[in-house]
């Protein structure tokens, strides 16, 4: 379980960093509303993230055996809106196996939330609307 557990904490650090990195990319069609929500989103999602390892550890004691996580360049709108797709299916998958507290199933139901706004952000963006944050 340990190692689920640090899988599931690198994979939450691993994709604010690899938000930031698409954030400071960002190039092409929909490029300045894609930058905008971005920046929302890894400035939000480090708080969200950051409260839940917290809380596990608060009563798990503390994680070790982070691991580093590949970074992908910025491509696209859609490259980055498929990332965050595998993001929330990742979370919701471990959430059903590895956490029962109901305290940190509230914590996981805001990054999923978090994600999903972002999701459906950027496929306005695509569509060729401008999400003013």
């Given at each position: 379980?340990?190692?689920?557990?640090?899988?599931?904490?690198?994979?939450?650090?691993?994709?604010?960093?690899?938000?930031?990195?698409?954030?400071?990319?960002?190039?092409?069609?929909?490029s300045?509303?894609?930058?905008?929500?971005?920046?929302?989103?890894?400035?939000?999602f480090?708080?969200?993230?950051?409260?839940?390892?917290?809380?596990?550890?608060?009563?798990?004691g503390?994680?070790?055996?982070?691991?580093?996580?590949?970074?992908?360049?910025?491509q696209?709108?859609?490259?980055?809106?498929?990332?965050?797709?595998?993001?929330?299916?990742?979370?919701?998958?471990?959430?059903?196996?590895?956490?029962q507290?109901?305290?940190?199933?509230?914590?996981?139901?805001?990054?999923?939330?978090?994600?999903?706004?972002?999701?459906?952000s950027?496929?306005?963006?695509i569509?060729?609307?401008?999400?003013?944050?």
């Open positions: 379980m340990e190692e689920i557990v640090s899988q599931f904490m690198s994979t939450l650090m691993s994709a604010r960093t690899q938000a930031h990195v698409f954030h400071l990319g960002t190039k092409g069609p929909g300045f509303a894609a930058h905008k929500a971005l920046n929302e989103f890894y400035d939000s480090l708080d969200v993230v950051d409260g839940f390892i917290e809380s596990y550890q608060g009563k798990y503390i994680v070790s055996g982070y691991g580093n996580l590949g970074l992908q360049d910025f696209s709108v859609e490259q980055v809106r498929a990332y965050f797709t595998t993001l929330v299916t990742f979370i919701e998958k471990i959430r059903t196996v590895a956490f507290d109901s305290y940190l199933k509230i914590k996981i139901e805001k990054m999923i939330k978090l994600i999903n706004s972002y999701i459906i950027e496929r306005t963006i569509y060729g609307f401008i999400i003013w944050l």
